[in-house]
């Protein structure tokens, strides 16, 4: 452990029920092909709480339920972020457990004023969220999805591209035959942003429209979806790469799929706090929107929108006071979940190799991320440390620890110092990805598995409160 040389990646294979290990990965696979976005993934775990015998902390609220152990409580911020609450044995003043990830993944988004015609062509104008390599963006087959919300208060949902039978879109690319200026330039400038438009349609419409081909594509949306041009306004369609993750490799040992980061933790976070049934601590699972584009906005984890749903639960729990609520914040211990960079062995030169991340060694720990000296940082406690890997250890679970690259070699940041702003003991620990922030992304099934188990080993760990 001491040494990462020492570190074999085929403990987890050779120690795992292999056929929980498969069907582990067979469901996040699903869902991860079916949730594309933070609207899709907190609807479809919403729909898998109340199956569960979940109840919406509003309306345990306007009822008064008085929470007890083994409940669960679920409370939604506009759809786009999504809190569960999984009732423990101990009092919630004694602190909670807490597994945070994010739902929101890097992606292309509509403009407002979205839809144009040029020379007989119709395309839709984007404007990338997230940080994404432009040029792998260009001539994949794309998906659209997302809410139209119309001034009637009413809310489309959108889905297409996804469907063998569903139309795709893209983005399309210059040929190699003209592209010597092009091909020339910088990387990060041979595809610009303003360039990224997604090309929807070429038939022009019967009669003499001034744009025939976009009257077209209006004429078919008014009819498939009831949308006018203006309801653009009040869209969010997200473009993504169309299409199922799927296994990966002749040994099927990885799984490549889009928007990894960080449904690749945030799925095994939300099925650990469903299948812990009655935990010693209060446990939460905490999966939030906005973190690619730094935590902002309402939905994001900077909103005050976990402190007010806990304040709720406290209440409800009949051990509310403004004191109370912020010792039950301090008292909590939180895993950050959100993926590392697994080792590419044709970049080796970003990564030091004592120090860095390696698919199918387990979940990792990042003491901290950052960038240059540590800035931006959460830099975890070391006494936190030692109470996780007891935990982990007792619980056999197989983990590595590491930095995201060498250190003058960029950084990146986590949900991780926000929650620690509350006085949270938090470390950051997800699952190693290679292409991070692509179109498709690659885990390891095995570290996925093991990653659900070390979340459930952390919910079910019984010691004493922290402080
Ligand atoms: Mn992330
Ligand atoms: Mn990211």
């Given at each position: 452990m001491a040494d990462k040389k020492e570190q074999k990646n085929a403990e987890i294979w050779e120690k795992s029920d292999a056929e929980a290990l498969e069907a582990f990965c067979r469901d996040y696979r699903m869902f991860i092909t079916e949730h594309k976005t933070e609207r899709e993934c907190v609807a479809g775990m919403r729909a898998t709480l109340r199956k569960n015998g979940a109840v919406d902390l509003a309306d345990a609220v306007s009822e008064g339920v008085v929470p007890k152990a083994g409940d669960l409580f679920y409370t939604d911020m506009m759809k786009k972020s999504l809190i569960v609450f999984r009732i423990g044995q101990r009092p919630v003043t004694d602190g909670m457990q807490l597994l945070g990830a994010h739902i929101d993944s890097p992606r292309l988004d509509l403009k407002q004023h979205a839809l144009y015609e040029d020379r007989d062509l119709a395309l839709f104008e984007t404007h990338y969220y997230g940080?994404?390599?432009?040029?792998?963006?260009?001539?994949?087959?794309?998906?659209?999805?997302?809410?139209?919300?119309?001034?009637?208060?009413?809310?489309?949902?959108?889905?297409?591209?996804?469907?063998?039978?569903?139309?795709?879109?893209?983005?399309?690319?210059?040929?190699?035959?003209?592209?010597?200026?092009?091909?020339?330039?910088?990387?990060?400038?041979?595809?610009?942003?303003?360039?990224?438009?997604?090309?929807?349609?070429?038939?022009?419409i019967a009669g003499d429209a001034a744009e025939p081909v976009k009257a077209n594509i209006l004429a078919i949306l008014k009819d498939?979806?009831?949308?006018?041009?203006?309801?653009?306004?009040?869209?969010?369609?997200?473009?993504?790469?169309?299409?199922?993750?799927?296994?990966?490799?002749?040994?099927?040992?990885?799984?490549?799929?889009?928007?990894?980061?960080?449904?690749?933790?945030?799925?095994?976070?939300?099925?650990?706090?469903?299948?812990?049934?009655?935990?010693?601590?209060?446990?939460?699972?905490?999966?939030?929107?906005?973190?690619?584009?730094?935590?902002?906005?309402?939905?994001?984890?900077?909103?005050?929108?976990?402190?007010?749903?806990?304040?709720?639960?406290?209440?409800?729990?009949?051990?509310?006071?403004?004191?109370?609520?912020?010792?039950?914040?301090?008292?909590?211990?939180?895993?950050?979940?959100?993926?590392?960079?697994?080792?590419?062995?044709?970049?080796?030169?970003v990564m030091e190799k004592n120090n860095c991340s390696y698919l199918g060694l387990g979940p990792v720990f990042n003491k901290y991320t950052g960038s240059r000296g540590k800035s931006g940082s959460n830099?975890?406690?070391?006494?936190?440390?030692?109470?996780?890997?007891?935990?982990?250890?007792?619980?056999?679970?197989?983990?590595?620890?590491?930095?995201?690259?060498?250190?003058?070699?960029?950084?990146g940041g986590t949900i991780a110092y926000i929650l620690a702003n509350l006085g949270m003991q938090v470390i950051d620990f997800g699952v190693a990805v290679l292409n991070m922030h692509a179109?498709?992304?690659?885990?390891?099934?095995?570290d996925i598995y093991e990653a659900y188990r070390a979340y459930r080993a952390f919910l079910a760990s019984a010691s004493e409160p922290c402080v």
């Open positions: 940080g994404i390599k432009k040029y792998q963006w260009v001539t994949l087959p794309l998906a659209l999805h997302g809410a139209v919300a119309k001034k009637d208060g009413s809310v489309v949902t959108v889905s297409v591209g996804e469907n063998p039978e569903d139309p795709v879109f893209g983005v399309t690319d210059l040929l190699i035959h003209l592209a010597g200026k092009q091909m020339n330039k910088k990387l990060s400038e041979g595809v610009e942003g303003e360039k990224l438009n997604i090309l929807v349609g070429s038939r022009p498939r979806y009831g949308i006018e041009e203006d309801d653009f306004l009040s869209a969010e369609i997200e473009v993504v790469p169309a299409g199922a993750a799927r296994e990966y490799g002749f040994d099927r040992s990885m799984i490549m799929g889009y928007g990894q980061d960080d449904r690749v933790c945030a799925y095994p976070s939300f099925r650990a706090i469903l299948d812990e049934e009655v935990p010693s601590f209060t446990s939460v699972c905490l999966l939030t929107d906005k973190e690619e584009i730094g935590s902002v906005g309402a939905t994001g984890m900077h909103s005050r929108f976990f402190e007010n749903s806990v304040a709720e639960l406290m209440n409800l729990a009949g051990c509310y006071s403004e004191l109370n609520l912020r010792r039950v914040l301090t008292r909590t211990r939180v895993l950050s979940s959100d993926v590392s960079a697994a080792f590419d062995p044709d970049f080796p030169d830099d975890a406690n070391a006494e936190y440390i030692a109470y996780l890997r007891k935990v982990m250890d007792g619980a056999g679970i197989t983990y590595q620890s590491g930095e995201l690259g060498k250190v003058d070699e960029g950084g179109p498709w992304e690659i885990t390891s099934k095995a």
